[in-house]
Nanobody
Framework: QVQLVESGGGLVQAGGSLRLSCAAS??????MGWFRQAPGKEREFVSA????????SYAYSVKGRFTMSRNNDKSAVYLQMNSLKPEDTAVYYC???????????????WGQGTQVTVSS
């Protein structure tokens, strides 16, 4: 059974940092991604990583502030979020699939989400 479990969300002041984790089990994947969804808005791409060759992409809105990484056995990914802004407030989801898509519809597996709230 495939499972993706996120952790690390919380409440932080603007300018602060949080680190999200996503642990994957049940099968191996070629890529994983992070998405977020704010109330009343569409789910939007944040970052994605492909294992081979190792490449990472970011949404323009988070580039330079967020960093995606993974562990050595590719069973977990992380999202280090620095210089957080109130507009980063959302439920953050990790996803896994065959390629590092930026479109959420193309991912087959999803975590349950973790809330990130940035206060001004």
């Amino acid at each position: 059974q495939v499972q993706l479990v996120e952790s690390g969300g919380g409440l932080v002041q603007a300018g602060g940092s949080l680190r999200l984790s996503c642990a994957a089990s049940g099968r191996t994947f070629n890529a994983m991604g992070w998405f977020r969804q704010a109330p009343g808005k569409e789910r939007e791409f944040v970052s994605a990583m492909r294992w081979s060759p190792l490449t990472t992409s970011y949404a323009y809105s988070v580039k330079g502030r967020f960093t995606m990484s993974r562990n050595n056995d590719k069973s977990a990914v992380y999202l280090q979020m620095n210089s957080l802004k109130p507009e980063d407030t959302a439920v953050y989801y990790c996803a896994a699939g065959d390629a590092a898509y930026t479109e959420y519809e193309k991912y087959d597996y999803w975590g349950q989400g973790t809330q990130v709230t940035v206060s001004s």
